[in-house]
């Protein structure tokens, strides 16, 4: 039930957006009550809350793959695959607009946005202890670099990327990381 509970609201949040998001309208999306919602979650926040962080703890595992290239490349293949689903699509831009909005929601993204930094800081890490970034990398900035062009380029301007075009990404993200450690 909770999965389709989710499920519900997102479609709903894709749909209408946060603001106008109805709870009855996710329970009877889902096929449920009202109270199979009020058992789990207090209000559309919180519920938010869940949902979000659920889902995106489970988008944000990234496996070793033997290289600061290769696991560039995976980061980037997986992050464009998630930004492809039309309904991350259409709730992200409206998480930002509710994020300046609401201290709460501002306080969801943030989360959200730290437990995928701590998973992607597990790329750097890695590439520090193979020997392929020195331990004097500026972390937080390495991790600004990771998504930004995937980012920017699939939510802030709209455009997909093709597969040598996701290539390209990875090399330039990859060449940034490496220019940043030489710059230390």
Excluded: C
């Excluded at 201290?103 to 730290?114: D, F």
């Excluded at 980012?151 to 490496?178: C, F, P």
């Amino acid at each position: 039930m909770t999965k389709a509970l989710y499920r519900a609201f997102f479609h709903e949040w894709a749909e209408q957006g946060f603001a106008a998001l109805s709870l009855e309208r996710v329970a009877a999306r889902a096929g449920a009550g009202k109270a199979a919602i009020y058992r789990r979650w207090s209000g559309k926040l919180q519920f938010a809350d869940e949902a979000i962080n659920t889902l995106a703890l489970k988008m944000a595992a990234f496996e070793d793959k033997g290289s600061l290239d290769a696991d560039v490349r995976a980061f980037h293949l997986r992050l464009r695959t998630v930004l492809r689903h039309p309904l991350v699509r259409r709730i992200l831009p409206d998480i930002h607009a509710e994020a300046a909005r609401l201290s709460e929601m501002k306080a969801i993204s943030e989360r959200v946005a730290q437990a995928r930094r701590e998973e992607a800081s597990k790329i750097i890490e890695r590439s520090i202890a193979r020997g392929e970034l020195p331990q004097t990398l500026d972390r937080s900035v390495a991790l600004d670099f990771l998504p930004s062009s995937i980012y920017w380029r699939m939510v802030v301007i709209k455009n997909t990327l093709s597969a040598d075009e996701l290539e390209l990404h990875a090399k330039g993200t990859t060449a940034a990381l490496r220019a940043l450690s030489s710059s230390h």
